[in-house]
Every structure is written in C-alpha cells, then in structure tokens.
C-alpha cells in the first residue's frame, strides 16, 4: 500500500481523491472534466464553451487524479488504462478484479477521524457532566485515561458552568429511556409544594443556563411537551413495563424550541416582532457577536439618528420569562420598543426592583 494515505485531511486535493476513486470504481472512462462537473454540479455541456484548467479547483484536481492512480496501480499493476486521448478528452478507467482495493486505505481514514473524537471526548470531560461522561465510557480505557490525566492536572478545556448539579447523574438514565422508547415513574417536587407521582415518556434532554430539562408525555396536565427539571426529581426512577410508550411528533421539539429562549412556553403567548433598541455602540456590537435569538436580525445600524444615538435589532420569537430575563441582565443599554406587552412588563419589573432598592434598611 502506498506510504501517504491520498483520502487523509480536509483539503480539496483529499476530497478529489474520494471524487476520482468514486468514479473509477463505476469501471467507466473517467476525466478530470466529468470530476469537476461533480464538483462544482454543472452540466457537462458547460466545458464545451469553458476552460476547465481555469477552474480555481482544477490545480488540486490535477494533483489528486494521477495520485489516486499510482496508488490503484501499487496495488494491482495494469489495472488503470487510458483512453489514448490527450488534453479535455483524456480518461482513465479501472478494469481490476478488487471492487474496493484502497478500502483499507480509507479505513484508516475513518478510523482516524474517530481516534480524533475519542481524544476530543476526552478532553471534554472538563465540559460534559462527570456522571454522564462516566456513563457512556464506564470501564473504557478512555474514562481511566481521563480520570488519570484530571488527578494529575493535565486537563485544558472546561465550562465556565459547574455541571456538579442535583441529580445530574440521572442524565445517562433519562437519554437511555428515550432511545429504548422506556415509560418512567417517579416523584416531581415543584419549589414549595408537595412531591406528586408522575407517569412519564421521556422525549426530548435540554440544558439551559446549566440546569437539565427532560420533556414528554405525562399523565396530568399539560400532558404534552412536559417539562421536568432534573433537579426536582426525588427518589428512585423506575421503568413502567405495562404502559406503551408515546414518542413525539418529527421534528416537534425542534419547532418547540425554535420560536423561544431557554426552555418555557407561556400560556396565551405567540409569536410577535420585538423590537430591542441599544443605548450604546458598545452593547450593539456585543448584542450582533452574541445574539438573544437565531431570528434576531440588525433592523438599524448604530448611529444618529433625529430621535438619538442608538441602533435597533428585531427577533422573531415568543416572548418569555427567559427572554425577559435576558434582557434585564443588560440593564440601562436595552429598551424593548415593541411589542407595547413586553415593554410594560419589564416597566413593571424594573418598577418593583427599584421599590425594593428605595426602602431604607
């Protein structure tokens, strides 16, 4: 097998070597013309009225073809023969008895990119919950590595975010129960009140502002997309043998999630335009790098205008306490303009905050 593995790296000339190889393998004429048309999706009519060697690609291309051929003949000699054409015309075609002779060669190219993984898995230990990482590679020789390496010090990656949370270690439990389409039960505490027993389908794992989410089906209202913070959870987790599992919808919890923040539809609410103005080209730069929303689109450049210096943004979202929440965490440099709803409310919020700070202690 040739020393250099021609398949290996990111590079256009690697990407061609998959290109070519590809089309030997149909034991075809192949040219470098019917490769660039694959590249770049065109017609090959497109070459009757351009030059291919112009292309951007054609120099890598070009480097690519006879490689992936000295590596086909290094395997089985004679086993490429050309069209006896030259320039635009010339092609080459496989007649080899090995359908895949350079699979191994390919292999290890996969095989690397997981080596890769496994390493950057193994770094993040430092962001991914300790009980979830030591779920999935419990008694792997990568979770001794990475408990080795940590007790040394060797570690270069972590959250800003502890992950060390309550029930944290129910994660594995959860992500399980869905992929094995598992009904749960168990004891729900909201804050302040008593725990209650919950029949549970598990369909959906989030994260947000470093506490876990897991939605599904429940046996009591809202039923539908319920929301259970792990955190919450009390005592033992138990599989129900004798109640059929309910999946979601398709696609449902990314429709879920698509139109809010954080992880809490509101009763009544839709989806409006909001309208958030920026006091200072500062935080409109900061809010443009880091944005509320996906939707959230630049409507005014910072600058003067006759009513001031500001600059605006508008998403397209379902207004919520996370979002309020947001909001208020940059203080005086936002001004929700719209919707009149949203803007009372954090009037209202800001109103009560400044009640409690002119009480005198």
């Known amino acids: 097998m040739p020393s250099k593995n021609i398949f290996g790296g990111q590079s256009a000339r690697a990407l061609f070597a998959h290109y070519v190889y590809e089309e030997l393998r149909k034991r075809e004429f192949v040219s470098l013309v019917d490769v660039l048309c694959i590249y770049y999706k065109r017609e090959k009519s497109y070459y009757d009225l351009h030059t291919y060697s112009s292309d951007n ?32 015309g010339k092609a080459f075609k496989y007649i080899g008895k090995d359908d895949d002779p350079l699979a191994a060669e390919r292999k290890a190219v996969v095989q690397k990119s997981v080596e890769d993984y496994v390493e950057f898995c193994k770094a993040s230990a430092g962001i991914m ?16 590595d990475t408990e080795r390496e940590s007790e040394d010090g060797n570690g270069f990656i972590r959250s800003s975010l502890e992950q060390n949370l309550t029930n944290i270690h129910l994660l594995p439990l959860f992500y399980k129960a869905i992929t094995d389409r598992q009904v749960l039960r168990f004891s729900y505490q909201r804050f302040g009140q008593e725990p209650f027993e919950l029949t ?62 954080g992880v809490t539809r509101e009763k009544g609410a839709k989806v409006e335009q909001v309208v958030i103005r920026t006091k200072t080209e500062y935080q409109h ?6 944005p509320l929303h996906h939707s959230q689109k630049e409507t005014h450049p910072f600058g003067q205008y006759d009513d001031g210096s500001y600059g605006e943004v508008t998403l397209t979202i379902e207004p919520n306490r996370e979002l309020r929440g947001r909001i208020l965490m940059y203080g005086e440099n936002l001004e929700v303009m719209q919707p009149e709803s949203l803007r009372e409310q954090i009037k209202n919020t800001i109103k009560q905050q400044m009640e409690i700070y002119s009480n005198e202690t």
């Open 285 to 290: 730069g900061l809010l443009l790098t880091k």
């Open 57 to 88: 690609a054609y120099k890598q291309l070009k480097k690519a073809f006879p490689e992936v051929i000295r590596a086909l003949e290094q395997v089985n000699p004679g086993c490429v023969i050309n069209n006896g054409k030259t320039g635009k």
């Open 129 to 144: 919950p300790a009980s979830w990482f030591s779920s999935f590679f419990e008694n792997t020789q990568l979770l001794l």
């Open 200 to 261: 549970f389908h598990p369909q959906f794992l989030k994260e947000y502002n470093g506490r876990w989410f897991v939605f599904g089906e429940a046996d009591r209202e809202p039923y539908h997309a319920y929301n259970v913070p792990l955190d919450r959870i009390v005592g033992e987790v138990t599989v129900v043998d004798n109640v059929e599992y309910i999946p979601a919808e398709k696609g449902y919890y990314q429709d879920f999630f698509n139109i809010i923040i």
